[in-house]
């Protein structure tokens, strides 16, 4: 990298020297023209350059051949060496160029993202949460609640670019996440929003990283469970049955397969980034994250039922994403299905039984962007893998046994 940069200001120093010289040459030229055109005004003391005798042949041919020669000769050489250095050198410059570009677009949506974005997604996505307003669908208040902004650190393995951009743009109805684009009536144009995403590009996790975070939800989700069972365990003895319930229950033929499926649903790593519930159970994002915590939240908030917001701890039955009860129908086999939560839907594309995508439900099995290049390797870009095939289909079974 240092030495494109290099190659390119060695590039700039050389074309600043050769102006200069130019320039220089110039101005001398002209200073001389002058001087010799103000001392021959209005006098004829020497003969007229047209009268006078021009060299003779032999002159000619010998010292003035050779040095109009000689001249052509360095000029030659001049361009013959500068032409292929500026072959060379313009393939670096122009990379370098793009990712000036690039680097310049990264840093405004870093800047645009601390003012818009930070205040609910966290400071570098790491997610958050915000106060918010329930209405009914007449708008007289229900309920103030704290919903979750979920971890942005993830979202280019869920979503394509133009899937980002298109919920930048438009933000989510029902949920705090305002339109930010001018096309959903929002301050930032089209250029602000593409550095957002630019920006995005250069905080998501690597690989080693979301499987931290994935594992740190699944044993968040277990130690309630295993706490619960015993209810004497130490601190040392509830970790090592944590860690010991995972593996048991992560196997297909495992009594706790279905828990286990269950807690991947319900992923409460990154604010929930990472989880199923947030699109697909009501009221998740605020609060209703099992029976109890629904439960609660419903006695504080006696009009959520009232007003048909939030009946009850319904897992499934639908938010964002529509509910999932009946989905074995849409997806003949658990096949079908895992396909469809690898990679997601996309604008216009069926999926399941003929059902047309909007583009709005995420891919998990990581996603490779053919439109970028990764700068060292020249490969596409790929982003994380979020859940093995192995974790999708424990989700599936879970989905697949909702009803
Ligand atoms: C007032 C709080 C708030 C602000 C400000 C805000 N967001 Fe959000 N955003 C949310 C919430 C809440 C969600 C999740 C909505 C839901 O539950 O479906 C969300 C969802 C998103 C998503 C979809 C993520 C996913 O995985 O589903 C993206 C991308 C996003 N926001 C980006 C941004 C960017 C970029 C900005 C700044 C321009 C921003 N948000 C500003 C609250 C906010
Ligand atoms: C950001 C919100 C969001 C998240 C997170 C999400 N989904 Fe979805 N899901 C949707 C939307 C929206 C659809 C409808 C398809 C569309 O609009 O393209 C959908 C559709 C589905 C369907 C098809 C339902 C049908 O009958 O048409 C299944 C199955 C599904 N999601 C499962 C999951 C699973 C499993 C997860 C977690 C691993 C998950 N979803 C996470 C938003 C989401």
Same mark, same amino acid.
């Given at each position: 990298m240092s030495e494109m940069i290099f190659a390119a200001s060695t590039q700039r120093t050389i074309g600043v020297v050769i102006a200069s010289v130019v320039a220089v040459g110039f101005l001398v030229y002209l200073l001389f023209n002058f001087r010799i $055109?103000?001392?021959?005004?209005g006098s004829e003391i020497e003969v007229a350059a047209n009268r006078k005798p021009h060299s003779d042949d032999d002159e000619l041919e010998t010292k003035k051949l050779d040095s109009h020669l000689g001249w052509s000769l360095v000029t030659l050489a001049a361009i013959s060496i500068i032409l292929p250095l500026y072959w060379l050198m313009e393939p670096a410059r122009q990379?370098?160029?793009d990712y000036g570009w690039v680097k310049r677009f990264e840093k405004r949506g870093a800047a645009e993202y601390e003012e818009a974005c930070a205040g609910c997604h966290g400071p570098g996505g790491v997610g958050g949460v915000t106060s918010f307003t329930l209405t009914d669908s007449e708008g007289s208040f229900v309920a103030q609640v704290d919903w979750k902004a979920p971890a942005l650190t993830t979202v280019l393995s869920r979503f394509d670019e133009s899937e980002v951009t298109h919920i930048l743009n438009y933000g989510r109805g029902g949920s705090p996440m305002p339109a930010w684009g001018l096309p959903g009536g929002g301050p930032l144009t089209e250029q602000q929003i593409h550095q957002l995403v630019v920006y995005l590009r250069s905080i998501q996790l690597d690989q080693e990283e979301v499987i931290n975070e994935v594992n740190s939800g699944l044993t968040t989700g277990a130690r309630i469970l295993v706490k619960h069972a015993n209810p004497d365990f130490s601190d040392e003895q509830i970790d090592a049955a944590v860690e010991a319930w995972l593996i048991e229950a992560s196997n297909p033929d495992s009594e706790n397969y279905l828990a286990y499926g269950e807690l991947l649903f319900n992923n409460s790593a990154?604010?929930?980034?990472?989880?199923?519930a947030r699109c697909h159970t009501p009221g998740f994002s605020y609060g209703a994250v099992d029976a109890e915590s629904t439960e609660e939240?419903?006695?504080e908030w006696p009009k959520l039922v009232e007003s048909g917001v939030l009946n009850g701890w319904e897992p499934g039955k639908g938010a964002v994403g529509p509910s999932l009860y009946g989905v074995n129908s849409h997806f003949p086999t658990p096949g079908d299905q895992e396909s469809f939560i690898h990679s997601g839907s996309e604008l216009g594309v069926s999926y399941g039984n003929a059902r047309s995508g909007? $583009? $709005?439900m995420p891919g998990f099995g $990581?996603?490779?962007?053919?439109?970028l290049t990764d700068r060292e390797t020249g490969a596409s870009?790929?982003?994380?893998?979020?859940?093995?095939p192995e974790q999708i289909a424990a989700i599936v079974a879970y989905e697949r046994s909702l009803g």
């Amino acid at each position: 990298m240092s030495e494109m940069i290099f190659a390119a200001s060695t590039q700039r120093t050389i074309g600043v020297v050769i102006a200069s010289v130019v320039a220089v040459g110039f101005l001398v030229y002209l200073l001389f023209n002058f001087r010799i $055109g103000k001392r021959e005004i209005g006098s004829e003391i020497e003969v007229a350059a047209n009268r006078k005798p021009h060299s003779d042949d032999d002159e000619l041919e010998t010292k003035k051949l050779d040095s109009h020669l000689g001249w052509s000769l360095v000029t030659l050489a001049a361009i013959s060496i500068i032409l292929p250095l500026y072959w060379l050198m313009e393939p670096a410059r122009q990379e370098n160029a793009d990712y000036g570009w690039v680097k310049r677009f990264e840093k405004r949506g870093a800047a645009e993202y601390e003012e818009a974005c930070a205040g609910c997604h966290g400071p570098g996505g790491v997610g958050g949460v915000t106060s918010f307003t329930l209405t009914d669908s007449e708008g007289s208040f229900v309920a103030q609640v704290d919903w979750k902004a979920p971890a942005l650190t993830t979202v280019l393995s869920r979503f394509d670019e133009s899937e980002v951009t298109h919920i930048l743009n438009y933000g989510r109805g029902g949920s705090p996440m305002p339109a930010w684009g001018l096309p959903g009536g929002g301050p930032l144009t089209e250029q602000q929003i593409h550095q957002l995403v630019v920006y995005l590009r250069s905080i998501q996790l690597d690989q080693e990283e979301v499987i931290n975070e994935v594992n740190s939800g699944l044993t968040t989700g277990a130690r309630i469970l295993v706490k619960h069972a015993n209810p004497d365990f130490s601190d040392e003895q509830i970790d090592a049955a944590v860690e010991a319930w995972l593996i048991e229950a992560s196997n297909p033929d495992s009594e706790n397969y279905l828990a286990y499926g269950e807690l991947l649903f319900n992923n409460s790593a990154a604010q929930g980034a990472n989880s199923c519930a947030r699109c697909h159970t009501p009221g998740f994002s605020y609060g209703a994250v099992d029976a109890e915590s629904t439960e609660e939240l419903l006695t504080e908030w006696p009009k959520l039922v009232e007003s048909g917001v939030l009946n009850g701890w319904e897992p499934g039955k639908g938010a964002v994403g529509p509910s999932l009860y009946g989905v074995n129908s849409h997806f003949p086999t658990p096949g079908d299905q895992e396909s469809f939560i690898h990679s997601g839907s996309e604008l216009g594309v069926s999926y399941g039984n003929a059902r047309s995508g909007t $583009g $709005g439900m995420p891919g998990f099995g $990581g996603r490779v962007d053919d439109d970028l290049t990764d700068r060292e390797t020249g490969a596409s870009v790929t982003y994380s893998q979020i859940y093995t095939p192995e974790q999708i289909a424990a989700i599936v079974a879970y989905e697949r046994s909702l009803g």
